[in-house]
């Protein structure tokens, strides 16, 4: 069964990882998607012609969600080619591992910026989108098993993750009169470049491994059918929610 057929679902931070997987599911499901990427234009074209492999329309956008222009270029590129905006996946984001005591004020805006001050920027601007075309919506926040539980080296980073969490609560209220469903998936530690370098620690892998209950990392894949589901209209009485994809991870005390 598809799940998406004739909805264009837009993604940002798509051109590789979890975005990657949430916008090539989106196609499988037999959504048209629009990607958004700031860097990786090989990425970004490879993601697209999976999408048109799989018989959809594709589009990239690239563009810095720090910059709030960004938002608006991407909802008006994104109507402009397919016509509208059914599900928003706000994905893009970046955790430069550094210890608290002297991280550098910049790492430490920056990683807000992205991770948290752009999606506030470009879940308004799709909201504001659906509430014009008048027949609701739905906004997914990759926010993470972070937002629940501390990092050493993620003091900047786990707020970020909570605020989206927490967005996503008010604007499941602020939006809930046009029809759009705000909910988010708080994924566990998945295999993709954010975390390459940190997990080269083999010791620190094995340990992380270790906790989780299914008795593996995550793969960005994992992340498909969460996201889909809460885009499509099977969760259409789902809003202002939550789901871990950690494998267990966050349930495991002893
Ligand atoms: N991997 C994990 O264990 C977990 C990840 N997450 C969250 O998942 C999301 C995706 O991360 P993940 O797939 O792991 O990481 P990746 O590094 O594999 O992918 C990050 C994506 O975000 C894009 N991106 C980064 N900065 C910007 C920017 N300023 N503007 C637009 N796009 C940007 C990248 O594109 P480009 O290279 O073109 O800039 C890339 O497509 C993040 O929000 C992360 O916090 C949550 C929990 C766990
Ligand atoms: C990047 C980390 O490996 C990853 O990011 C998260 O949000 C998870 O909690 C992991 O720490």
Redesign the pocket.
Known sequence: MKLLEGKTVLV?????????AAAIGAARHGADVVI?????EA??ASAVAEIEALGQRGLSVK????DPA?ARDFIAQAVDAFGKVDAFVN?????PFHAFLDMPVETFERTMR??LH?AYFMVQAAANQMVKQGHGGAIVA?????ALVGGEYQTH?TPT?AGLHSLMQSTAIALGKYGIRCNSV??????????KDDLADMDKRERMAARIPLGRL?Q?DDLEGPIVFLASDLAKYVTGASLLVDGGAFVNLQ
Do not use: E, H, Q
């Open positions: 940002t931070g798509a051109s590789a990882g979890i975005g990657r958004n990427f700031s860097r990786d990425g970004a563009g810095d969600v720090s960004t994905n893009a984001g970046i955790c992205v991770n752009g990759v926010s993470s098993i972070s980073y993750k708080l994924p566990g530690t998945i295999l993709t470049d954010i975390n995550g960005p």
